[in-house]
């Protein structure tokens, strides 16, 4: 019998929106969908450790989230692709934030 492919997915930022989609999506693709335990100081401390000072609450919580998923391969999060329009006349002004 082949093995499915275990995949963790941290509860953290978009997880929240689209984890529906995501679990029959990865399912019908055949993995194994493996959901980190609800956060706590634990995964937030493991989150710290694996990010940089300046991150946010969300992000060490995504890491520390990962770090709680043992034994999958792979760890699942899709980002937003955002396009930003910046007017030409911010474009050229020389101090613009």
């Given at each position: 019998?082949?093995?499915?492919?275990?995949?963790?997915i941290p509860r953290a930022l978009s997880y929240y929106t689209f984890y529906p989609l995501w679990r029959v999506f990865l399912e019908k693709?055949?993995?194994e969908?493996?959901?980190?335990?609800?956060t706590n100081r634990k995964i937030l401390e493991d989150?710290?450790?694996?990010?940089?000072?300046?991150?946010?609450?969300?992000i060490k919580v995504f890491?520390?989230?990962?770090?709680?998923?043992?034994?999958?391969?792979?760890?699942f999060e899709k980002t937003l692709d955002l396009?930003?329009?910046?007017?030409?006349?911010?474009?050229q002004a020389k101090n613009f934030y």
């Open positions: 019998m082949k093995r499915r492919i275990r995949i963790g693709l055949g993995a969908i493996i959901v980190s335990k609800n989150g710290i450790k694996e990010t940089v000072n300046d991150a946010c609450v969300p890491h520390g989230g990962i770090d709680a998923n043992e034994g999958i391969k792979a760890a396009k930003v329009t910046v007017p030409d006349h911010l474009l």
